[in-house]
């Protein structure tokens, strides 16, 4: 089973601050990462695909990057809406994992 | 509008059975694969088990598998997960998600509501 664990856990920044979230595989998923948003009492929501695809509807303050091992999800201008915790999440052989989650909170 | 909403959640004694529902609109149901993803309280989100759109194809993380059984019915535009032997490691919220199917590999792009499943005596 292919293990992710994202860091920082937290992560305090202020709106208006760039926020660069990691996720690390333990061993190649090639592109074949996603990264979801969660806030409070909701479902989470598809933020970007295939490493460095935004999905519908997801602004271009987001943006994906990274191939293999190492990922990140970077929100270039943080807008108080995006305070939230942050996933990232692979499939491999029909098996999904997701990583433990990054909590972005408000400085 | 793609809307998805579960049902079924409740409490339920360690050992004992519930079924939970999935029901879909705003797409082609019958053209997804589906899912169930669960989120402990608390905690981060866990991947349960998959169908594809034919029902051909089952997959089950190792944590349910034999215990949890996970079924559509495309005439109605449901999904089901009957659970059995319910643990208090079950508890969560479940949640119906639909498969993505992006240009390398598969998501989830909708997501219910999320139904709770409380497991206690």
């Known amino acids: 089973e292919i293990v992710l664990t994202q860091s920082p856990a937290t992560l305090s920044l202020s709106p208006g601050e760039r926020a660069t979230l990691s996720c690390r595989a333990s061993?190649?998923?090639?592109?074949?990462l996603a990264w979801y948003q969660q806030k409070p009492g909701q479902a989470p929501r598809l933020l970007i695909y295939d490493a460095s695809n935004r999905a519908t509807g997801i602004p271009a303050r987001f943006s994906g990057s990274g191939s293999g091992t190492d990922f990140t999800l970077t929100i270039s201008s943080l807008e108080p809406e995006d305070f939230a915790v942050y996933y990232c999440q692979q499939r491999s052989n029909w098996l999904f994992t997701f990583g433990p989650g990054t909590k972005v909170d408000i400085k | 509008e793609v809307q998805l909403v579960e049902s079924g959640g409740g409490l339920v004694k360690p050992g004992g059975s519930l079924r939970l529902s999935c029901a879909a609109s705003?797409?082609?149901?019958?053209?997804?694969?589906m899912n169930w993803v669960r989120q402990a309280p608390g905690k981060g989100l866990e991947w349960v088990s998959s169908?594809?759109?034919?029902?051909?194809?089952?997959y089950y993380a190792d944590s349910v598998k034999g215990r949890f059984t996970i079924s559509r019915d495309n005439a109605k535009n449901s999904l089901y997960l009957q659970m059995n032997s319910l643990r208090a490691e079950d508890t969560a919220v479940y949640y119906c998600?639909?498969?993505?199917?992006?240009?390398?590999?598969?998501?989830?792009?909708?997501w219910g509501q999320g139904t709770l499943v409380t497991v206690s005596s």
């Open positions: 169908i594809s759109s034919s029902s051909s194809y089952i």
């Open positions: 061993q190649s998923v090639s592109s074949y």
């Open positions: 998600a639909r498969t993505f199917r992006g240009l390398v590999s598969y998501y989830f792009d909708y």
């Open positions: 705003g797409f082609t149901f019958s053209s997804y694969s």
